[in-house]
């Protein structure tokens, strides 16, 4: 039989890993497996609509990506000029809400795959035994999720990837955890191990170089009941602690990182846990700190990260979900705190909650309020997505105290966006004069505050002052103005020649997958002022 065309598509969304499962698809369909052409595009190329297509893959990240994911669903229904049979759906926002997908009329007769390519090909992909769909005779071969990723697919697109020169690969699939904000038990199922590291490490480099670093996109991985035969897997692979990769004649620092994060409720159990991970060249060392009521077991587990030797910590913070702002700030500061007393290096990065089911970021958490998470979306565009465990930029970002913190998330944008000018400069009388205004708010005017504030979009924010109700809350309303024609390039300017770069942050592969730096409403970007 003739080579077949096979396009594989990712939505032109930014993120930082390479499609892993578009890489799998890859090796089922090229050399390594049914010899057909394979062609890998990033986003609508429309340099592909000179051919023809016998199938075309589509993956799906973040939920709330839902826009982007849509337009590369309507660009591969133009390439194969309707015949929707011919497109395939899959990944994680389509196996999390594939009722959204499957309501579009216009993707009828696509398929939409939930969850893993764990059965036989033909099975997997829902082929059509009876039409002679293509491959629908594969009923016995290997999964696709077994496949070896192909990584020569990354050289036909132009865009790279932050973390790209490492293995990708998985010890153990789901999670013993069935949190109510997580996709991963929709997505994955049950805690179990996957087949030999080993194997899968030293095929990637049989077939593509060996690479820098080892990415583990296990969810829960010290949940293994073979934790340490896994940790003994990385060391003989030429990750322990100290470990460099020898390439073309130069030498780089080798790194090991649990991406998805470590548990804290086990880790805290057993300092034996750290000392296992020590035996890595972990870094840096990943722990989720989800709310308040964590902080027992995370701080056990940093102390015990301290004692076993990792010095470069990162967590994820969620917040948006039962959380309050109270919340998160206390989270943030525990890791100032920690910082200074262990001498030891923590970076945070705040995740804004969004149910899984979502196809935007719409979502606002019963203690918050839609100005405060655009607040808090702009202190993060200043940051990079960061939260410096360095006490002095820590405070200039999120402020002192809670109570400062509180009235950062409800201050007018323009004084957030513009904080050298506001903070520093010649507008800091116009800041004070607010700061005397809203100190004199009681609390319930606050939250009626944050509440007006919420129920208009931003372009629209100066209009409230004159329907507001009481002259306290009609001069705190009054600092919500929109710029006066020339103000804003004037502020600019300035914070142009008085910018305070933030250069306390983690190495660009160490950041993470979304940081909610481009969410609904994102002013333009600009320098880091913050």
Known sequence: MAAKRILLIEPGYKNK??????MKLASYHGAYGKRDYVRFVKGEDTDVLAYHWDRVYVTSLFSFEFDRIARSIDFALTVVNGQSHKVFVGGIAASLMPERFQAESRWSGVRFIRGLLTQAPAQALQLDSFSGELYSDDIDGPSIEDEIPDYSILDQIDYKYPVRDGYFVYASRGCIRTCGFCGVPKLEGPQRDTKSLSGIVREIERRHGPKKDLILMDNNVVASPRFSEIIDEIVDLGFGAGARLERNGRSY???????QGVDARILSKDPQFLKELARSAIKPL?????????????????????????????????YNFHDSPADLYARMHLNVELNEELSIRIFSFPMRYQPTNLPDRSHVGEKWSRYELRSMQLILQATHGVVSGEPEFFRIAFGSSVAEFEELLLRPHRFIFNRQWYERGPGKPELDEYRTAIESLPTDSRRLLASKLSSVEPRFIGSLSAAADSASMRTILSFYRPFQRGEEQKIWAYQRLH??????????DEMVEDADLAGDEAPPKRESVA
Request: proline share 9%; net charge positive.
């Open 253 to 259: 620092a080798r790194r090991v990182d649990f991406n």
């Open 17 to 22: 890993y390479p499609p892993l499962g578009l």
């Open 499 to 508: 910018p305070r770069i933030m250069t306390d942050r983690p190495a660009e």
């Open 286 to 318: 990943r722990i989720a700190f989800d709310h308040l009521g964590l902080r027992k077991p995370y701080e056990t587990s940093i102390r015990y990260a301290h004692d076993a030797g990792l010095f470069d910590l990162s967590n994820y913070m969620l």
